[in-house]
């Protein structure tokens, strides 16, 4: 009994510091810190897996892109896809949270061929920050699915990108109607979001592709080799300025 008395102080303690802007400031620091972690970690491990999808996606940035190329990443992360990028690659990474900061280092130093130019903090929907027509290749993994609104997030890719650039993405994406995978996920997305900083499994992602204003979208659908079968169903592509 003493357990539970110390268990509900201990949350009574947690709700009272969390209703102060001192307590809500720490509580988002640890939060990013926290989530920059276990996301980094839950990086390398997906990587493993995914490394074949992602290196044929990747694969015509290296054929079609020669000399200098600057990549803008939203969502880096830690930095993920530095390994799949063409020896030479200015990356200028975006992302909201600011403790990513040393695993992105890291991957920096690792993959010492690709050049991090530039740590942006902020949403994809919001990169006044990036100048229009600036960069040749965007890059999206993992991110379409927790971003606030898909369909600004595409518009700023496009003014971010010159003219005949081209945008590349991976994506867990909801799964096609006739599944028994489609009707869980309506069923886990009322929750989902709050455990997952936003995610959500129910992204139909291509739908804001084919109306984006691109000159050319390139995609596929296929089930992801990873044991979470309700993020199985993945869309990967190119969308064309």
Not at 63 to 77: K, M, S
Request: overall charge neutral; charged content about 20%; some cysteine.
């Amino acid at each position: 009994m003493a357990v539970v008395w110390w268990i509900l102080a201990f949350v009574l303690i947690l709700v009272a510091a969390l209703s102060t802007q001192p307590g809500k400031a720490v509580f988002r620091l640890i939060y990013r810190k926290v989530y920059a972690y276990i996301l980094s970690r839950i990086a390398k491990s997906y990587n493993k897996k995914m490394s074949p999808f992602k290196e044929k996606l990747f694969e015509d940035m290296k054929t079609h892109h020669t000399g200098d190329l600057t990549v803008l990443e939203i969502g880096v992360g830690a930095g993920a896809n530095f390994k799949f990028y063409p020896a030479g690659t200015s990356v200028i990474a975006v992302d909201p949270n600011p403790e990513f900061d040393k695993y992105l280092m890291k991957n920096a130093e690792e993959f010492g061929e690709v050049k991090l130019q530039d740590f942006v903090i902020a949403a994809g929907e919001e990169m006044a920050g990036v100048p229009d027509c600036s960069v040749d290749v965007a890059v999206c993994t993992l991110v379409m699915c927790s971003v606030a609104d898909q369909v600004k997030v595409l518009a700023e890719i496009k003014r971010v990108l010159k003219p005949g650039g081209k945008f590349y993405y991976m994506e867990h994406v909801r799964a096609a109607p006739d599944t028994w995978a489609y009707s869980i996920q309506n069923w886990v997305d009322v929750v989902w979001p709050y455990l997952s900083d936003g995610c959500t499994v129910r992204s139909e992602l291509w739908k804001h592709l084919d109306t984006a204003g691109f000159s050319q979208v390139d995609y596929q659908k296929f089930d992801a080799p990873i044991r979470m079968a309700l993020i199985a169903p993945h869309l990967m592509g190119t969308a064309t300025k």
